[in-house]
């Protein structure tokens, strides 16, 4: 049984994180939830029992197995090494340690090994790489994949709580005819779609949410192959979609990818041509699989080497906390 | 001044051919508006006055000169050679003739030469095509594109006015705790993100909004270059956007690009990399231009002759109804 600290615990991930640690039975002896002062007097439900918010210190971490940080990159650069210092094992969803070489970053069902070199502290991917690397990897293992060109329908969620309760009262404002109102976003996000919202590199035209796709695919894959991302915001609550573009090594052979994908864990294949029934946000929302389909072999392609698929993956779940909760399961 | 007769007149884009008619000063003597039986009894606004809708027969086009079809292929096919028998010039909006090797089918911005060998009937593309060609003209006048491959984010009003009324349904539906219900579409449009709702062709896996982009965009660029796409709806209204993946003849030159785009007619280059301001559907809405922007430069090619770009346009308008007009002012 371990003591489980979740620092971030009232965020859209935080909260997910302690469903997450339910659902899957992880072995818990005490769970401490830390968040900032602001939320000092809430409580949260574990269990059937109600667990108060603790602000966070240094002094938070005593006893502490495993913390899970989810509270941006700022929080775990300040709190992560006390934590450590206390003796937990850190798994952060934040971007604070993703590219530090000695930091392991991980997605279970692709680079498990990678966890064996952590030095207390082990890195969550960016959602967006997550669902990617879930939706390909199976198809990378039995045929190298050489190129990827992947344009991206993000939900608010990735943005928090507070973006999610924005598109709700932006598509009601706009509903009643009035004009939508932005406060976490630049722009509005209801009925709406925008370049993502990460901070952009004015030389190259990339934003941080691209160059992360990029950077973490590799590290995670331990390959540097081409990738050329276009992440865009839309207006969908909690599952993020993806349109991918693959050259691989070899001629597509889609039935061989099919069972793949079929017998890859944490994927599921949703590839029904006849009915039209593909990967959608509201069928990924909720669930812990990476929904995969609209695999189709490149009609343009000279060789026969590209294809293209549709991918969906609950933002919250797979994209965060699922996959936190996996890495602490494994160490 | 002409007769003009609007068939379809009732429909999103019908609406829209009446307002851009006006808007432009289009040299209209008399306006015949055309419909099914069903739109009996309604009139619409053209210039200040109310005109009645009337039904549409074999002998509705007596002394019209320019027919805009707007009602489906099926609509065309059975009416528009009695148009074209009465001695009107018929702009089809609908796929009826798209791919007739007689037919021309036009942009005016790209190819208005074509408009020369017209038999009566000319069409007007598919709307994700205009869009996409409208942005990647300027391009490839001066650095010859050889590879496409784009991902779309398509609105509700390229399923027509009832699209449009369902994605709102929705929204309130799903904003007030109910489930949302599907006509139009055969899964939710509100909150979601799914593969276009065009037909399926099951050997290939394409969709035909996808074999639309392909065929009509060689038709209309006089060549073969390949193209890769991948059509999806949104949760948006009235404009589509478009995420460009291009491979050039010569390395990128981003300045004369962004100097191409902005001396080109009917685009807009809205590229802000400070602000982060970047073509949205909301901008785009009710606009004549396509806007195009987020330009840069593939980091991932090896020969510097690969770039991305994003862009919106108004659906109903340059991809419908103020194309079909530009047309008609030409012929």
């Known amino acids: 049984m371990k003591h489980v600290a979740i620092v971030g615990a ?10 997450v640690l339910e659902q899957r039975k992880f072995p818990v002896s005490t769970l401490t939830l830390l ?7 809430k409580s949260m ?47 952060d969803n934040s971007s604070a340690f993703r590219m530090d070489p000695g930091t392991p970053l991980v997605i279970p069902e692709i680079n498990p090994e990678d966890l064996k070199s952590h030095k207390g502290i ?41 973006a999610m309760e924005e598109l709700r009262l932006q598509a ?45 695919s590799h590290k995670i894959l331990h390959n540097d192959i081409p990738i050329s991302p276009t992440c865009i915001r839309v207006s969908t609550m909690r599952a993020h979609a993806e349109s991918v573009h693959l050259e691989l090594t070899n001629p597509v052979d889609l039935d061989a990818i099919r069972r793949a994908i079929e017998n890859s864990p944490g994927v599921r294949l949703q590839d029904d041509r006849k009915t039209n029934h593909f990967p959608m946000p509201l069928e990924a929302s909720g669930q812990d699989d990476v929904i995969v389909g609209r695999l189709r072999r490149d009609i343009a392609s000279k060789d026969g080497r590209e294809m293209d698929l549709f991918c969906c993956g609950d933002q919250l779940l797979k994209g965060a906390a699922l996959n936190a909760v996996q890495i602490a399961e494994i160490v």
Do not use: W
């Open 10 to 19: 009232t965020g859209a991930v935080g909260q997910e994180m302690i469903r």
């Open 35 to 41: 968040a900032s002062k602001r939320s000092l007097g």
């Open 45 to 91: 439900t574990f269990q059937g029992k109600q667990v108060p918010v603790q602000e966070l210190t240094h002094d938070s971490f005593a006893g502490v197995n495993v913390a899970l940080f989810s509270a941006g990159a700022t929080t775990t650069k300040q709190f992560a090494p006390s934590a450590v210092k206390a003796g937990a094992i850190v798994v």
């Open 122 to 162: 082990i890195a969550n991917p960016n959602c967006c790489a997550i669902i990617l690397l879930m939706a390909v990897y199976p198809i990378h293992k039995i045929n190298p994949i050489k190129r990827i060109i992947v344009s991206t329908y993000q939900s608010a969620s990735g943005a928090g709580a507070k």
């Open 172 to 216: 009601a404002d706009v509903l009643a005819g009035k004009a939508p109102v932005p406060s976490v976003f630049q722009f509005p996000i209801a009925f709406n779609v925008f370049s993502h919202n990460a901070a952009m590199d004015p030389e190259t035209g990339y934003n941080g949410e691209e160059l992360k796709v990029i950077e973490e």
